[in-house]
């Protein structure tokens, strides 16, 4: 049998890093994903199919409000990935020294980005580690354009120091996601 991870692969280093933000109870928290992609044919109604890993403070916040917002980032935005993907929000206020306003979903938006949509679930889809998301893209605007960050420039162009850093926590998330993976929850989800 052939290594089906060799095609997948392509995916995962094509894939545009985002920031994913959201808001819970007052609380406000981010994190970064690759898994993102569209998921309708009809442009004048715009959805997304995200994918959150259960072990994200992030998913929490997410899987109970329904709601969140998407950042495509430049290619430069390599401080942004650090901020958002090395550190969990359980543990630092990730905010801080982010230039951000609140949406109309009340998630924060952070103001120096490629571009960010405003989304709202629609539905889900456990994956036994992670949750895909099917959203409605509600709102959204280009605040700098140009080309955004891929997976693969992040690999290519970050500091050696943060992709060692990064290559540790993914492993670390990888062994939390081994036992869990195939646990799939078939119950449908009621937004």
Wanted: aromatic letters at 14%; hydrophobic letters at 40%; one cysteine or more.
């Amino acid at each position: 049998m052939k290594d089906a991870s060799i095609v997948t692969g392509i995916f995962w280093h094509n894939a545009p890093v985002v920031v994913i933000t959201s808001t819970l109870d007052e609380r406000i928290n981010g994190q970064v994903a690759v898994t993102l992609v569209t998921s309708s044919i009809v442009h004048s109604i715009p959805r997304l199919l995200v994918g959150i890993w259960k072990g994200n403070y992030t998913h929490e916040f997410i899987y109970n409000s329904k709601k969140f917002v998407v950042h495509l980032l430049k290619k430069d935005q390599f401080p942004l990935v650090r901020n958002f993907g090395f550190y969990t929000g359980r543990e630092r206020e990730k905010f801080k020294d982010i230039d951000y306003f609140i949406a109309n979903t009340g998630c924060p938006v952070i103001k120096d980005v490629h571009s960010y949509t405003e989304c709202k679930v629609l539905n889900a889809m456990d994956g036994g580690d992670m949750t895909a998301f099917l959203v409605k893209a509600e709102f959204g605007e280009i605040l700098r354009g140009g080309d955004w960050m891929t997976l693969e420039d992040f690999y290519t162009h970050a500091p050696q120091e943060w992709i060692a850093q990064y290559s540790y926590k993914l492993e670390k998330s990888i062994q939390f996601s081994l036992p869990i993976i195939h646990n799939i929850n078939y119950e449908a989800f009621n937004p």
